[in-house]
C-alpha cells in the first residue's frame, strides 16, 4: 500500500469478503495522504453487531494502526468484545493493548489489533 486510499479500498474488500458480514455502513472515512481514519459499523449474520474505528499511518515498512476501537456487541446490546488500546489499563501487561471480554470490567492483555485480525477472530468464535 502507497497511502491511506489504498488501505481504506484494502479495508472495505476485507468487509465485503468476510463470511460474517450481512450489512455494513461507512459512518465516517478519511485519506489524506499517508494518514487517515475509518470509522464502520457492520451488521453480522448471527444479528451482533460491530463497529470498527481506526486512525492509522502508512510508512514504507506498513500500515501503523495508531488508535483503535473494535466493538462486538450482540442484537440485544450486551457486550462480546471490544478491542481498545486506549492508555487506560496500565496494570495490564500488554498495556496499551487490550480486550473487554463480555463485560467492560473484564479487561484481559491482548495483542495489538486491526480489521483483518477482528473479522478472524468473530469467523472462529460463529463458526462459519
Keep these: 500500500m502507497t497511502n491511506a486510499s489504498d488501505y481504506l479500498t484494502h479495508v472495505k474488500a476485507l468487509i465485503v469478503l468476510s463470511s460474517q458480514v450481512l450489512h455494513w455502513t ?9 494518514r ?8 453480522l449474520k448471527d444479528g451482533s453487531l460491530l463497529e470498527l474505528f481506526e486512525f ?3 510508512t514504507q515498512a506498513g500500515v501503523q494502526i495508531t488508535k483503535y476501537r ?3 456487541q450482540r442484537s440485544d446490546g450486551q457486550l462480546r468484545k471490544r478491542w481498545d488500546n486506549a492508555p487506560h489499563h496500565p496494570e495490564i501487561a500488554t498495556y496499551p493493548y487490550h480486550v473487554h471480554d463480555g ?10 489489533m486491526n480489521v483483518e485480525k477482528v473479522l478472524a477472530i468473530i469467523t472462529t468464535e460463529t463458526g462459519a
Excluded: K, M
Excluded at 463485560?103 to 495489538?112: K, R
Design 70 to 72: 473494535f466493538h462486538w
Design 36 to 43: 487517515g481514519l475509518l470509522r464502520y459499523r457492520l451488521t
Design 26 to 34: 461507512i459512518v465516517r472515512e478519511e485519506a489524506q495522504g499517508d
Design 103 to 112: 463485560e467492560e470490567e473484564n479487561v484481559l492483555p491482548n495483542e495489538s
Design 56 to 58: 492509522f499511518l502508512v
